[in-house]
């Protein structure tokens, strides 16, 4: 087999049987077009022609339930880029969508968790509890006083709990913001203080990874640093008592009722996000009600292939965007499986062992939990059950070519396995998958519908075959609205829109090969990315930087050649301290405590010096390019550099370690 051989080819039959198969018969049929099962085309016609593609997938959703349907020229009431309006005159509201499958037999939620032990047995929640308990936690918010454009603020796990809470915000037009509860106090606050929550929904500790973790004290702490919070409501996972002044969770959802869904203008706030917070605060994206119901409609339904009857799972952390992405698999009428827990415990194939367990059609997960399954040998198609399993998504990090061939070799043959790259800027993908294209060992199929994306290189020109930028030259409905506490739109346009204006560079290296496929090789930027999870450098920084014993330091997130992630943290000392196990130890409890355990770098290296630009910002990205093998000279200007000897000295480190 050569590399180029598919893994998994589409059959006229199993294309026409598709979602987006008979989406695109049906445009062809609606539109007097010709564009058959040409997965070229149809992208072509969807970049080219925004306005008739959104309008289709709006009809052919029914995003706009009881309305009549949606004409082109509705669609866009300006493309610019920052700025697009999207459905100007059009209403609608996530949850309303979300919970109209509640007919449905079959569950919304199932449920698993750690145990002390082990993994639980699954649990379910029907649609018809689902929108029941929606309904009475709205009917609490609105007795709280809350009203359209105030902030919840969720600190809660991968529980059915936080759905609930979700879309209870959603359907009276409140904004839900949520971070995991590994996350350190002045993690949370630099996140939750920016929004002023009026709400706090906080768990009271979790398990991860055979451990309990006990966070009374931290949800005590953020009670007391966030004055705009009126009412904490507590759900309880290791303890009994509820907090004095605090509500219980099971009282906010006692009185189960039908929900009331407020009619929202398209862009009604829904979510604000965090940046990963690179340097200095995280910034808050808001995305709103119809960009992200649109977007998901077509992601799970046009290029994952999900719909009514399957069980859709991606694991990840209420601090990831994939958490959003998952939950929002209920607007296809999917039931969602959420999992709380180590992604490895209490063995390694725990994964699968939910996939069995809850009969998953689809499996989503990251690179570097596939890549660590491929590298301990494990054959899951010997010791599972995965006949429901159709297809497996991976996304967070590049899928080396090893582990898409271990996949159809010791998990199924005939699955179909989808690697994803997007963002929690954009909540959605912008390269992904489809059943219309063969799949290929470490390569991503296409450029997502309706996404212009394209490899630019640094004077902004299209390359093939070649590394460039990946940026996005037409509007997507699920762009930010706006970053929070940035009225004159000054962060937002620098977050993206420079070098070229008008056009959105997200940050990650893109090549698109002669064929038309496509090869992420990582970041362009500095953001950390472990696991999946994309981290930001500043809590990292905040927690080191105050011990005393360290002068200086910068980490790196490096995507290595055979797919491994090595994350080194770098120290400078002050004078008259050395690096030993107890300081490493020191290094490694703050940063836990301070930012999150994903922050613990893999390494602590003594450096003479750390070198920064002549403005003093830290050289992350040129300090990573040379561990990742990029010649010195192309990497980095020591012209520009505060201390071209610092510099000297990580090029022979680099030439030590990197590369790998």
């Not at 007097?32 to 008739?52: E, M, P």
């Not at 080191?544 to 790196?556: N, R, T, W």
Request: proline fraction near 7%; include cysteine.
């Amino acid at each position: 087999m050569t590399a180029d051989t598919p893994l998994w080819s589409p059959t006229p039959a199993s294309i026409a049987a598709s979602r987006l198969g008979r989406f695109t018969a049906w445009v062809d049929e609606r539109r007097g077009l010709s564009l058959g099962q040409d997965y070229d085309a149809v992208w072509a016609w969807s970049t080219q022609h925004l306005d008739q593609f959104w309008a289709d997938v709006a009809t052919w959703f029914d995003v706009f339930p009881g309305e009549p349907p949606v004409r082109d020229d509705e669609v866009l009431g300006d493309r610019s880029m920052p700025g697009a309006t999207w459905f100007p005159e059009r209403t609608l509201n996530l949850a309303q969508l979300a919970l109209r499958h509640a007919t449905d037999d079959r569950p919304a939620i199932v449920s698993v968790h750690e145990t002390e032990t082990g993994l639980s047995e699954p649990t379910e929640v029907s649609w018809a509890e689902l929108r029941g308990q929606v309904g009475a936690f709205a009917a609490t918010l609105r007795r709280l006083g809350v009203q359209r454009g105030d902030r919840v603020a969720g600190y809660l796990p991968n529980v059915p709990e936080a759905v609930v809470a979700f879309l209870g915000c959603a359907s009276i037009g409140a904004v839900w913001s949520t971070c995991a509860p590994d996350f350190g106090t002045r993690s949370v606050l630099d996140r939750f203080a920016q929004i002023e929550p009026v709400v706090l929904v906080a768990v009271d500790g979790y398990r991860f990874n055979g451990k309990a973790h006990d966070r009374r004290d931290v949800v005590a702490e953020l009670r007391a640093a966030l004055p705009t919070v009126r009412t904490t409501i507590t759900l309880p996972r290791l303890f009994a008592d509820v907090p004095d002044g605090a509500l219980a969770w099971a009282d906010a959802v006692a009185d189960e009722q039908d929900p009331v869904f407020e009619a929202l203008p398209f862009n009604h706030p829904l979510w604000i996000v965090f940046s990963s917070g690179t340097t200095g605060l995280p910034k808050g994206i808001v995305h709103g009600h119809g960009g992200v119901a649109i977007e998901q409609l077509k992601q799970g339904g046009l290029h994952i292939d999900v719909g009514p009857g399957d069980r859709f799972y991606w694991y990840a952390s209420t601090a990831w965007i994939m958490w959003n992405i998952a939950t929002c698999s209920l607007l296809t009428g999917a039931t969602v499986v959420v999992h709380d827990g180590a992604p490895g415990f209490p063995t390694l194939d725990t994964q699968f062992a939910v996939a069995e367990a809850t009969g998953l059609t689809y499996l989503g997960t990251s690179a570097g939990y596939l890549t660590a399954c491929e590298r301990a040998g494990l054959r899951p198609v010997d010791t599972r059950d995965l006949s429901a399993l159709r297809s497996i998504g991976s996304t967070g990090s590049p899928l080396p070519a090893a582990a898409y061939e271990w996949v159809y070799e010791a998990v199924k043959p005939d699955v179909f396995l989808g690697s994803l790259s997007g963002g929690t800027d954009v909540a959605t993908g912008f390269i992904g998958s489809s059943l219309l294209l063969p799949v290929v060992a470490g390569e991503l199929q296409r450029p997502m519908l309706g996404v212009a994306a394209a490899s630019w290189d640094e004077h902004g020109h299209p390359v093939v075959g070649d590394l460039g930028e990946l940026v996005v030259t037409e509007p997507m409905p699920s762009m930010p609205l706006y970053f929070w506490a940035d009225p004159s739109g000054t962060r937002y346009r620098e977050a993206y829109f420079e070098p070229w204006p008008g056009v959105w560079r997200h940050g990650d290296w893109l090549e698109i090969t002669p064929t038309g496929s496509c090869i992420i090789t990582g970041r362009s930027d500095s953001t950390l990315n472990r696991g999946g999870v994309r981290m930001g450098t500043a809590d990292l920084y905040a927690a080191v930087e105050s011990i005393p014993a360290i002068a200086d330091c910068v980490v790196l997130g490096v995507e290595q050649r055979d797919g491994g992630y090595w994350m080194p943290l770098f120290v400078q000392l002050t004078p008259g301290f050395e690096l030993t196990d107890a300081l490493v130890a020191e290094i490694g409890d703050a940063v836990r405590r301070d930012a999150s355990p994903r922050h613990v770098p893999d390494e602590v290296i003594v450096v003479p010096g750390v070198p920064h630009t002549r403005t003093g910002k830290r050289l992350e990205v040129p300090l990573k390019r040379l561990f990742q093998g990029v010649d010195p000279a192309r990497a980095l200007n020591v012209g520009a550099v505060d201390d071209p000897a610092a510099v000297e000295h990580f090029v022979r480190l680099a030439g030590e370690r990197g590369a790998r």
